[in-house]
């Protein structure tokens, strides 16, 4: 029998004591009158006499007050089931605007009419993530950086001030404290099975964020302060998502066979699988996403146990350790600082692809921004969806015995395991600076394109100089150049015209497309990578400017708006263009070629490491005076031309010197 079969819960016997048994203990039927008036309003007080305090040190005593609020949480869960939607609504639904998303909550009460288990664990979810949200959104009325953890969250003063320490301490007996139930925790990290949720904490939890709305109406009446509402994340550039073909019905009727044979899913967890399964299908893609991605965690978890030898780590933790969850399963060693063997068993691509779309801070982080409510449900795209979901599939496949397959299955599933067995990291900055670098040469390819004055009309102003030196700087980009031949790819070499045939979009489209490491990158290569986007960004906006100055004054220049000053200045900027194509080009060349050998960077003893950073850094001086002096408020062509004089020296001697390390690599 498999792993996966034998394991009947991921709840360690403490906690599954306190989630499944504990708040049930007590069997006194709870009076709903007494937290709940005629007129709809909650009695905080009557709540807050449950909560029971630790007497040497005043803090919450969880234990006593789950045992005394399990009887009020069933009273409110019968109080719903009581009630007609109609009824929810009159009496209910204005408390929930506070929120921002109140029609979320009135579907949580339609879930608590039918208690299906995974529906309930799903809304208590979906509550949890849009109640932190909101609360967020409360303490800026006051504090300034909210908290991104809901234990400090709840903890913090600000949120006290507004709502009360003794109600705050009932909020974190349900979520936001490892001592509490710690609902929220235990069902995103994929610890809780659909039938390990009480339904009545869900109903609970319902309760009390209409008595929080109460509550701060009441407050922002009294200070007479209006609550903002931060702007939900919205996922951009949606085409660097697409890594794997849109699913057909086909594919997810496959994958819901998958499922059931996989030793990749828990069988007390196979409901939540179906359901995201299932809601993927009906177009619901948060909830497809959000009942995958603790899936996703516990199976990795199972993996992560057996293969590094710790199976006392499948289960939740206790409040003083540490719990099992992504950050830990894809680092590169244990807390004991041996080797973690996970990414030896999912290979590179696959982990690549998690670091990707939950790690890495310019990618979607998709499991942090749904389960802190920072994207709106209602819009979640399906193209994001669609690669968790495929990408869950593959790991489906990979854990799966191939002789249950038929020949058909097997074709349809090949094209989503050749995608992840062939993906490559598109969040880290070693993908960012690729990306960042072909962009800022297609914007300099433009500038041949650009309107220039004609011949005849340049040679009508006198005074112009400085063409001379524009060649000059030309040449000594050409020698740099030759100086840096050997480091290039060979078929790139022409020396009758280096500038031209090497200073190419093609060569560094072939550079970009070379495979470098990403996964684990020493702390050097990460501070490096930093100076070479912060170079390559400041070479695009010298390329944007150039571009934008350029077709205003031509088109100034044509219906002879200039004045005579402004007229040389704009010829000079012409003859500047020369040789800042050659010259911004090259420095892109130089920060590919750099990328390509990256990893020699932790070859440097710190004395030559801080030379070459010092290096670098005079490079990126030299683009953001460029940047200075090339702005429609400075125009300072001249400048121009002395300052790149001065860089391409400095260029020249450290390429003399050898300490680049496209030359260590050669």
């Not at 809901?150 to 913090?156: E, G, H, M, N, P």
């Not at 979901?389 to 097997?410: H, N, P």
């Not at 093609?506 to 170079?535: A, F, G, M, N, Q």
């Not at 953001?624 to 860089?647: G, I």
Request: hydrophobic fraction near 40%; charge should be neutral; charged fraction near 20%.
């Amino acid at each position: 029998m498999a792993f996966s079969d034998l394991v009947t819960t991921c709840l360690s016997p403490p906690v599954h004591y306190m989630i499944c048994k504990l708040g049930f203990e007590n069997k006194d039927v709870y009076d709903l009158n007494d937290i709940l008036s005629e007129s709809g309003e909650i009695r905080w007080q009557a709540v807050t006499e449950h909560v029971y305090y630790i007497e040497s040190d005043q803090s919450v005593d969880y234990i006593k007050s789950i045992r005394s609020l399990g009887p009020v949480c069933e009273s409110v869960n019968l109080h719903f089931k009581s009630l007609t939607k109609e009824q929810f609504v009159i009496q209910y639904a204005v408390w929930f605007h506070w929120t921002n998303c109140p029609e979320l909550f009135l579907k949580v009460f339609d879930v608590l009419q039918y208690t299906q288990t995974t529906e309930v664990a799903l809304g208590l979810m979906k509550l949890t993530s849009c109640l932190e949200r909101a609360l967020g959104d409360v303490y800026l009325l006051i504090g300034k950086d909210c908290p991104f953890l809901l234990r400090d969250l709840l903890a913090s003063e600000q949120l006290a001030v507004v709502f009360g320490q003794a109600v705050m301490n009932v909020l974190r007996i349900f979520i936001g404290s490892p001592y509490g139930l710690n609902l929220r925790n235990v069902l995103w990290h994929g610890f809780a099975s659909p039938q390990e949720i009480p339904a009545k904490y869900c109903a609970m939890l319902l309760f009390l964020t209409a008595g929080l709305g109460q509550l701060l109406q009441a407050y922002l009446l009294q200070t007479k302060c209006v609550l903002t509402h931060r702007p939900y994340v919205t996922f951009i550039g949606l085409d660097e998502f697409n890594v794997f073909p849109d699913l057909n019905d086909e594919t997810l009727s496959i994958a819901e066979e998958l499922v059931k044979v996989s030793s990749f899913v828990l069988k007390t967890m196979l409901p939540f699988w179906m359901a995201a399964l299932t809601a993927f299908k009906q177009s619901r893609y948060a909830d497809s996403v959000i009942l995958l991605l603790p899936q996703l965690e516990v199976g990795l978890r199972v993996l992560f146990t057996t293969t590094n030898k710790c199976p006392n780590r499948l289960l939740t933790a206790e409040p003083s350790a540490l719990y099992t969850t992504f950050h830990e399963m894809l680092a590169k060693h244990l807390d004991n600082e041996e080797a973690n063997q996970l990414p030896a068993v999912l290979e590179e691509p696959a982990m690549e692809f998690l670091w990707d779309f939950l790690n890495h801070q310019e990618g979607p982080r998709v499991r942090d921004r749904l389960s802190h409510g920072e994207i709106n449900l209602e819009t979640f795209p399906r193209e994001v969806a669609n690669q968790i979901v495929a990408f869950a599939i593959t790991l489906l496949c990979r854990f799966s015995d191939e002789q249950m397959f038929a020949f058909k299955e097997r074709m349809v599933i090949e094209p989503l395991m050749n995608c992840s067995n062939c993906y490559r990291s598109r969040f880290h900055p070693i993908s960012r600076l690729k990306k960042q670098v072909l962009k800022c040469m297609k914007s300099i390819h433009l500038w041949p394109e650009l309107p220039a004055v004609p011949e005849e009309h340049i040679q009508t102003v006198k005074g112009l100089e400085g063409s001379m030196e524009a060649s000059t700087l030309i040449f000594m980009v050409s020698e740099i150049i030759s100086q840096l031949q050997q480091c290039m790819p060979q078929n790139c070499y022409s020396s009758h015209d280096a500038i031209n045939s090497i200073l190419t979009e093609r060569l560094l489209i072939e550079l970009c497309d070379k495979h470098i490491r990403t996964l684990y990158s020493p702390r050097p290569v990460l501070e490096i990578l930093v100076v070479l986007r912060k170079i390559s960004a400041q070479c695009h906006q010298v390329s944007e400017q150039v571009i934008a100055s350029t077709e205003l004054r031509y088109k100034q220049w044509m219906n002879k708006t200039l004045r005579s000053r402004q007229r040389h200045n704009y010829l000079r900027m012409l003859n500047s263009v020369k040789f800042l194509s050659p010259v911004l080009r090259l420095i892109l060349l130089l920060i590919t070629l750099e990328l390509v050998n990256i990893h020699l960077v932790c070859k440097k003893n710190p004395s030559d490491y801080q030379q070459y950073l010092k290096f670098l850094k005079s490079v990126l001086q030299y683009t953001e005076n460029l940047v200075t002096y090339t702005s429609p408020e400075k125009n300072k062509w001249d400048e121009t031309m002395e300052l790149t004089n001065k860089a391409l020296i400095k260029i020249r001697k450290i390429s003399d010197r050898k300490v680049m390390l496209m030359q260590l690599a050669t």
